[in-house]
T-cell receptor
Framework: AQKITQTQPGMFVQEKEAVTLDCTYD???????LFWYKQPSSGEMIFLIY??????QNATEGRYSLNFQKARKSANLVISASQLGDSAMYFC??????????FGTGTLLAVQP | ETGVTQSPTHLIKTRGQQVTLRCSSQ?????VSWYQQALGQGPQFIFQ???????GRGNFPPRFSGLQFPNYSSELNVNALELDDSALYLC????????????FGQGTRLTVV
């Protein structure tokens, strides 16, 4: 069975500091992808970053980086230099052989000035 | 903006009624997936359409049905609405079945009373 676990229901971070949002996954598929999405209160899911299971390098997109540890089945999102606009729900998602995204329960990030 | 648009943005229906939600996918994207997101939860996969054919379905009853049109836009139909169908419904489009990026629309917030 495929599963995503996000153990942090909520996180606080000071503006301009870095924050790590945890994500662990479980899958038996040899090929899979891991996504992070941001969901502001408006509801839209905003794609942040993608990591393929065979990618040798950790993915980076601007201030976002994905700390991919395949042996530990973790795919943590690191946001550097947090901004007030980063306050939102963050979802980790797994994409495998079933052609669907499996989402975690999310982490609510609050950036404090 | 992702180029994925959903309509309507908000909807209130009475239990037992039927509803149709619409999604216009990003230009060139031939795969559309629908997700249901209950309050405080991560999105749950409903089904996926690829080139007008259903290509995978989640754990949802048959009263949830869909269509994809030749221009790759899509509809989600829900019959015999129940109170628990109240949720944010998200549409995601991607290029090919195992697209490495799925772009979401802003969602339709359905309330069943």
């Amino acid at each position: 069975a495929q599963k995503i676990t996000q153990t942090q229901p909520g996180m606080f971070v000071q503006e301009k500091e870095a924050v790590t949002l945890d994500c662990t996954y479980d899958t038996s598929d040899p090929s899979y992808g891991l996504f992070w999405y941001k969901q502001p209160s408006s509801g839209e899911m905003i794609f942040l970053i993608y990591q393929g299971s065979y990618d040798q390098q950790n993915a980076t997109e601007g201030r976002y980086s994905l700390n991919f540890q395949k042996a530990r089945k973790s795919a943590n999102l690191v946001i550097s230099a947090s901004q007030l606009g980063d306050s939102a729900m963050y979802f980790c998602a797994l994409y495998g052989a079933t052609n669907k995204l499996i989402f975690g329960t999310g982490t609510l990030l609050a950036v404090q000035p | 903006e992702t180029g994925v648009t959903q309509s309507p943005t908000h909807l209130i229906k009475t239990r037992g009624q039927q509803v149709t939600l619409r999604c216009s996918s990003q230009s060139g994207h031939n795969t559309v997936s629908w997700y249901q997101q209950a309050l405080g939860q991560g999105p749950q996969f409903i089904f996926q359409y690829y080139r007008e054919e259903e290509n995978g379905r989640g754990n949802f009853p048959p009263r949830f049905s869909g269509l994809q049109f030749p221009n790759y836009s899509s509809e989600l139909n829900v019959n015999a609405l129940e109170l628990d169908d109240s949720a944010l419904y998200l549409c995601a489009s991607s290029l090919a079945i195992r697209g490495t990026e799925a772009f979401f629309g802003q969602g339709t917030r359905l309330t069943v009373v």
